[in-house]
């Protein structure tokens, strides 16, 4: 899928690591520099998105990876890329980087996953959040979640996705949190 005018960023991470409040945050920063910016998510909100959030505790594998690659396209070509074609920056909370690492552990293999993935837009930014395995637990504990076998925290492969393949040259950015909590 072509890239357009406004440009395209993607927050990954495991659950707990502050990727909504990055979002958020950063959505302020570019909407106070005078940006327009639209905010969306993966699963995405759309039918697709609805059936693979619906569905993730019980469906794995390979069946998994292609109802959300499958969400993945639907979601560029019904929000994602209308907004960037109205010069709008659009910031996803998920993209590509969760989906590989929660498939990679799920069994599927890296290269099926590039694969069903190709055709997909690359982020012009991808930043990819981590923090201490310790921090995270603590806040997925605070919020009445738990570290369950779906959430994946900090496991091995994670370090594999940051590759070249994510998105077009030296634009990809991995951050890790010193384990506070931004209060107010």
């Not at 594998?61 to 070509?77: F, S």
């Not at 960037?84 to 993209?95: K, L, Q, S």
Request: glycine letters at 10%; one cysteine or more.
């Amino acid at each position: 899928m072509p890239s357009s005018e406004g440009p395209f960023l993607s927050v990954d991470g495991p659950s707990g690591v502050g990727k909504t409040t990055t979002v958020r945050a950063l959505a302020e920063l570019l909407r106070d520099e005078g940006r327009v910016v639209h905010v969306t998510a993966e699963p995405s909100e759309g039918p697709i998105g609805k059936l693979a959030r619906e569905l993730t505790e019980t469906m794995h594998g390979m069946t998994l990876a292609c109802l959300y690659a499958a969400d993945r396209y639907h979601h560029l070509t019904s929000e994602v890329l209308p907004h960037m074609n109205a010069g709008e920056v659009v910031i996803t909370d998920r993209y590509i980087p969760s989906a590989l690492v929660m498939q990679q552990l799920d069994g599927v293999d890296p290269d099926y996953l590039w694969r069903i993935n190709v055709r997909a837009s690359r982020p012009n930014l991808a930043v990819i959040l981590d923090a201490d395995p310790t921090v995270v637990a603590q806040r997925l504990q605070d919020k009445g979640r738990t570290t369950g076998s779906r959430n994946y925290l900090h496991r091995p492969t994670s370090s594999g996705i940051t590759t070249g393949r994510l998105c077009p040259g030296p634009r990809q950015v991995a951050y890790r949190g010193v384990g506070t909590r931004r209060s107010g």
